[in-house]
């Protein structure tokens, strides 16, 4: 999973707990059906930010599934 996820990490940092920037927000921990949808906005074009659109086209909805399970799995200190 994490070979996966490393054009997610690249920019919402190292497990998903934001970049050092302040501009990509944290994926971990928040809940994975939240994430879903957002993911799925994106990758139909509804949410508009062209990097993650063209990211996710190729993306079917259980591969989209299993990347917010895992970010939702990720404990926040």
Do not use: W
Request: aromatic fraction near 10%.
């Amino acid at each position: 999973m994490a070979q996966r996820l490393l054009a997610c990490t690249g920019c919402h940092g190292k497990q998903g707990r934001a970049a050092s920037d302040g501009y990509y927000p944290r994926l971990a921990g928040k809940p994975a059906g939240y994430l879903l949808n957002q993911l799925q906005h994106f990758r139909d074009d509804r949410r508009a930010y062209r990097l993650m659109t063209d990211l996710l086209e190729p993306l079917d909805d259980a591969y989209l599934a299993e990347i917010a399970d895992h970010f939702a799995s990720i404990d926040v200190p």
